[in-house]
């Protein structure tokens, strides 16, 4: 069966710190990756999504950016954290050449102080 | 792109009521419609979906009726229960991935 990982799972970061959050996906090939952003309570807003490797699209222009290493690894980056930038941030992948069903991470929650 | 819009942004029912959470969206050609439930910190997780060539389709205590004419849809849950408590996401699939609602805050009430 299909699973994700994402860590960590709490992070405090100060004003102008970087970032890295990671994904990684078992039990599946070439998934759509995404990252989303909740801020509290709000909805879920689309930040990157990728279709393959090295292959990234923005949604939202930001501080952030998304890369692709390897066919199940997603990871999110700054290089200097905003304090904007605080949420809660989920990965999730779907079944490649669908965007339908997600499934989601456990989620990252992210204070920059 | 997508838009999704979502109401109430909060509800409140008693427990064994229905509660009911509608959702709109603007790009007709969107045929994929799922709900997610999230508690509190946890991840959403996908509770019930209906594609555009069904109007309706229950599952146990949840059903979701879709009115593509008119771009909407909608979850209806009945005999509520205190662990139904918790937020509502609707979303309609995009071009390139899921556009949700803003979300709805059920509480029910013991």
């Known amino acids: 069966s299909q699973t994700i990982h994402q860590w960590p799972a709490t992070l405090v970061q100060p004003v102008g710190s970087p970032l890295s959050l990671e994904c990684t996906v078992e039990g599946t090939s070439n998934p759509n990756l995404y990252w989303y952003r909740q801020a509290a309570g709000r909805g879920l807003q689309l930040l990157f999504y990728s279709v393959g490797i090295g292959q990234i699209s923005s949604e939202v222009p930001q501080n952030l950016s998304a890369s692709r290493p390897q066919d199940r690894q997603f990871i999110l980056s700054s290089k200097k954290l905003l304090l904007s930038d605080s949420g809660f941030y989920l990965c999730?992948?779907?079944?490649?050449?669908?965007?339908?069903?997600?499934?989601f991470g456990s989620g990252t929650q992210l204070s920059v102080l | 792109g997508e838009n999704v819009e979502q109401h109430p942004s909060t509800l409140s029912v008693q427990e064994g009521d229905s509660a009911v959470i509608k959702c709109t969206y603007s790009d007709s050609a969107s045929n994929y419609f799922p709900w997610y439930k999230q508690e509190l910190g946890k991840r959403p997780q996908l509770i019930i979906d209906?594609?555009?060539?069904?109007g309706e389709k229950k599952d146990q205590r949840i059903a979701v009726t879709l009115n593509k004419t008119a771009k909407h849809f909608s979850l209806h849950i009945t005999e509520t229960q205190p662990e139904d408590s918790a937020v509502y996401f609707c979303a309609a699939e995009g071009r390139r991935a899921l556009t949700f609602g803003s979300g709805t805050r059920l509480q029910v009430q013991p």
């Open positions: 209906i594609r555009s060539n069904v």
């Open positions: 999730a992948w779907s079944v490649r050449a669908t965007n339908e069903k997600l499934f």
